[in-house]
Protein backbone atom coordinates (compact mmCIF):
# COMPACT_ATOMS: atom_id res chain seq x y z
CA UNK A 1 0.00 0.00 0.00
CA UNK A 2 2.99 2.58 0.54
CA UNK A 3 4.44 1.61 -2.77
CA UNK A 4 0.65 2.36 -4.44
CA UNK A 5 0.34 5.45 -2.43
CA UNK A 6 3.87 6.81 -3.20
CA UNK A 7 3.14 6.21 -6.84
CA UNK A 8 -0.30 8.10 -6.47
CA UNK A 9 -1.66 5.17 -8.44
CA UNK A 10 0.04 5.59 -11.36
CA UNK A 11 2.57 3.25 -12.76
CA UNK A 12 5.88 4.66 -12.73
CA UNK A 13 7.05 4.20 -15.83
CA UNK A 14 4.24 5.26 -18.32
CA UNK A 15 2.20 7.21 -15.71
CA UNK A 16 -1.02 5.00 -16.38
CA UNK A 17 -3.65 5.61 -13.88
CA UNK A 18 -5.04 2.23 -12.05
CA UNK A 19 -8.44 3.45 -11.51
CA UNK A 20 -9.54 2.30 -15.06
CA UNK A 21 -7.79 -0.78 -15.59
CA UNK A 22 -8.98 -4.04 -14.51
CA UNK A 23 -5.90 -5.84 -14.16
CA UNK A 24 -3.95 -4.99 -10.68
CA UNK A 25 -0.63 -3.48 -11.08
CA UNK A 26 2.52 -5.15 -10.52
CA UNK A 27 5.00 -4.52 -7.53
CA UNK A 28 8.37 -4.13 -9.58
CA UNK A 29 11.92 -4.70 -8.68
CA UNK A 30 13.39 -1.93 -10.42
CA UNK A 31 16.88 -3.13 -10.21
CA UNK A 32 15.52 -7.04 -11.14
CA UNK A 33 15.79 -9.53 -8.69
CA UNK A 34 18.31 -11.30 -11.00
CA UNK A 35 20.86 -8.50 -11.09
CA UNK A 36 20.60 -8.27 -7.33
CA UNK A 37 17.96 -5.98 -6.59
CA UNK A 38 16.19 -6.06 -3.56
CA UNK A 39 12.58 -5.84 -2.33
CA UNK A 40 13.22 -2.38 -0.35
CA UNK A 41 10.89 0.40 -0.55
CA UNK A 42 13.48 1.66 -2.41
CA UNK A 43 13.49 -1.11 -5.34
CA UNK A 44 9.97 -1.48 -5.80
CA UNK A 45 7.86 0.39 -7.97
CA UNK A 46 3.97 0.68 -8.40
CA UNK A 47 4.25 -1.01 -12.30
CA UNK A 48 1.08 -1.54 -15.07
CA UNK A 49 1.33 -4.99 -15.52
CA UNK A 50 2.30 -4.25 -19.65
CA UNK A 51 5.55 -1.97 -18.38
CA UNK A 52 6.77 -4.88 -16.07
CA UNK A 53 6.07 -7.51 -18.63
CA UNK A 54 8.43 -5.70 -21.20
CA UNK A 55 10.84 -4.33 -18.62
CA UNK A 56 11.74 -7.98 -17.52
CA UNK A 57 15.11 -7.95 -16.06
CA UNK A 58 16.70 -5.68 -18.40
CA UNK A 59 18.34 -2.33 -16.81
CA UNK A 60 19.83 -0.97 -19.89
CA UNK A 61 17.88 -0.46 -23.36
CA UNK A 62 18.86 0.51 -26.84
CA UNK A 63 18.26 4.63 -27.43
CA UNK A 64 16.51 4.28 -30.99
CA UNK A 65 18.53 7.58 -32.45
CA UNK A 66 21.71 6.80 -31.39
CA UNK A 67 21.44 2.70 -31.11
CA UNK A 68 23.32 2.67 -28.03
CA UNK A 69 22.61 0.86 -24.74
CA UNK A 70 21.34 3.30 -22.22
CA UNK A 71 19.88 3.15 -18.32
CA UNK A 72 16.47 2.32 -18.44
CA UNK A 73 13.86 4.75 -16.71
CA UNK A 74 15.23 4.48 -12.85
CA UNK A 75 11.84 6.06 -10.96
CA UNK A 76 13.83 6.18 -8.00
CA UNK A 77 17.24 8.19 -9.16
CA UNK A 78 15.69 9.77 -12.32
CA UNK A 79 13.13 12.89 -12.21
CA UNK A 80 10.06 11.38 -15.07
CA UNK A 81 9.60 15.18 -15.87
CA UNK A 82 13.34 15.47 -17.08
CA UNK A 83 12.93 12.25 -19.47
CA UNK A 84 9.40 12.48 -20.57
CA UNK A 85 6.86 14.45 -22.37
CA UNK A 86 3.61 14.39 -23.43
CA UNK A 87 3.03 15.47 -27.33
CA UNK A 88 -0.95 15.08 -27.58
CA UNK A 89 -1.48 10.91 -26.26
CA UNK A 90 2.08 10.28 -27.43
CA UNK A 91 4.56 10.22 -24.91
CA UNK A 92 7.66 11.52 -26.08
CA UNK A 93 11.51 11.32 -24.58
CA UNK A 94 13.64 14.09 -23.78
CA UNK A 95 16.72 11.79 -23.22
CA UNK A 96 17.84 8.83 -24.59
CA UNK A 97 17.26 6.82 -21.32
CA UNK A 98 13.32 7.99 -21.87
CA UNK A 99 13.40 7.13 -25.67
CA UNK A 100 14.79 3.67 -25.17
CA UNK A 101 12.52 3.36 -22.27
CA UNK A 102 9.58 4.01 -24.15
CA UNK A 103 10.54 2.16 -27.20
CA UNK A 104 11.39 -0.82 -24.93
CA UNK A 105 8.33 -1.14 -23.02
CA UNK A 106 6.08 0.07 -25.65
CA UNK A 107 4.56 2.80 -24.13
CA UNK A 108 3.11 4.42 -27.72
CA UNK A 109 1.05 1.39 -28.86
CA UNK A 110 -2.28 1.43 -29.83
CA UNK A 111 -3.66 0.23 -26.50
CA UNK A 112 -1.98 2.55 -24.85
CA UNK A 113 -3.77 5.65 -26.71
CA UNK A 114 -6.84 4.46 -26.33
CA UNK A 115 -6.40 4.02 -22.50
CA UNK A 116 -5.12 7.44 -22.56
CA UNK A 117 -8.53 8.99 -24.38
CA UNK A 118 -10.71 6.89 -22.08
CA UNK A 119 -8.52 8.37 -19.24
CA UNK A 120 -8.93 11.79 -20.46
CA UNK A 121 -13.01 11.29 -20.47
CA UNK A 122 -12.21 10.75 -16.49
CA UNK A 123 -9.78 13.79 -15.61
CA UNK A 124 -7.08 11.60 -15.00
CA UNK A 125 -5.00 12.41 -18.14
CA UNK A 126 -3.03 14.18 -18.29
CA UNK A 127 -1.14 13.37 -15.22
CA UNK A 128 -0.98 15.94 -13.14
ZN1 LIG B 1 3.56 1.76 -17.19
Redo the contacts with the bound molecule.
Keep these: LAIQNRANHR?E????HQSLQGATFHIEHIVPKSRGGLSTLENLAW??P??NLHKADRSDVVDPDSKNLVPIFHPRRDEWKDHFRWNGYQLRGRTPSGRATILA?K?NNDRRILIRRAEERFDVFPPA
Design positions: CYCRMCFSCLL
